[in-house]
């Protein structure tokens, strides 16, 4: 049976884009099944994927996973032979440790700065989301020169791709060796599938319209 990744739409849905660039960019073969995030019967929709009901859902034969950092986790282990994270024990310590600061925290940053690649938009940075922002620079600044987050392109990196593409689309601005390491991962050959693919997308959720345009 053919794996099967739920998403919404690329526009919009930064938990989705997570586990679809880390099957992406390891070019392991699934099946993409796209639903709207418009808000009619959204809710409903989303139950007959997963008892969650959000996305994104991985159906892989009999195993159903829901929430991003479980999906990434166990295409990790099932498919990649542990390849998402590094290889060694402290790294990969650090490396889960930055995704769950990511998966569970940045609240003032989701809440300004959403995903929105089709747009180019200003807001106002309230002190708590320029904290956010700092915070990741700072995350971004310690990788290592013209590397990844880690060794290699990995799980860390696939949750912070969504993020690089919120900075663009807001003008963020960052210290030089953050703004390298966004440069780095928005040529991703994967993320640049997924940004094409977002902007050919129609649909609009007005929810995740923020700012003014530019």
Same mark, same amino acid.
């Given at each position: 049976?053919?794996?099967?990744?739920?998403?919404?739409?690329?526009?919009?849905?930064?938990?989705?884009? !997570?586990?679809? %660039?880390?099957? #992406?960019?390891?070019?392991?073969?699934?099946?993409?099944?796209?639903? #709207?995030?418009?808000?009619?019967? %959204?809710?409903?929709?989303?139950?007959?994927?997963?008892?969650?009901?959000?996305?994104?859902?991985?159906?892989?034969?009999?195993?159903?996973?829901?929430?991003?950092?479980? +999906?990434?986790?166990?295409?990790?282990?099932?498919?990649?032979?542990?390849?998402?994270?590094? $290889?060694?024990?402290?790294?990969?310590?650090?490396? $889960?440790?930055?995704?769950?600061?990511?998966?569970?925290?940045?609240?003032? %940053?989701?809440?300004?700065?959403?995903?929105?690649? !089709?747009?180019? $938009?200003?807001?106002?940075?309230?002190?708590?989301?320029?904290?956010? +922002?700092? !915070?990741?620079?700072? +995350?971004?600044?310690?990788?290592?020169?013209?590397?990844?987050?880690?060794?290699?392109?990995?799980?860390?990196?696939?949750?912070?791709?969504?993020?690089?593409? !919120?900075?663009?689309?807001?003008?963020?601005?960052?210290?030089?060796?953050?703004?390298?390491?966004?440069?780095?991962?928005?040529?991703?050959?994967?993320?640049?599938?997924?940004?094409?693919?977002? %902007?050919?997308?129609?649909?609009?959720?007005?929810?995740?319209?923020?700012?003014?345009?530019?």
């Amino acid at each position: 049976m053919t794996t099967k990744l739920i998403i919404g739409n690329k526009n919009y849905s930064t938990w989705s884009l !997570r586990p679809w %660039l880390l099957l #992406s960019a390891f070019d392991l073969p699934f099946d993409e099944v796209n639903e #709207s995030l418009q808000p009619d019967r %959204l809710r409903a929709r989303l139950l007959t994927h997963s008892p969650a009901g959000k996305v994104p859902v991985l159906v892989d034969a009999d195993v159903l996973v829901w929430d991003s950092l479980a +999906i990434c986790e166990y295409v990790s282990e099932v498919h990649l032979a542990g390849q998402g994270w590094p $290889r060694n024990a402290p790294d990969r310590a650090k490396a $889960r440790a930055i995704c769950c600061e990511m998966h569970a925290g940045f609240t003032a %940053l989701r809440a300004a700065l959403p995903m929105n690649i !089709r747009a180019k $938009r200003k807001v106002d940075l309230s002190a708590a989301c320029r904290a956010d +922002i700092a !915070r990741i620079d700072a +995350i971004w600044s310690d990788h290592r020169p013209d590397n990844w987050l880690f060794d290699t392109f990995g799980i860390a990196d696939c949750f912070y791709a969504p993020v690089a593409l !919120r900075f663009e689309t807001y003008g963020i601005e960052l210290s030089p060796a953050a703004r390298a390491y966004q440069v780095k991962l928005l040529a991703h050959p994967a993320v640049q599938r997924w940004t094409e693919a977002a %902007l050919s997308e129609t649909d609009v959720v007005a929810a995740d319209e923020a700012g003014l345009e530019i």
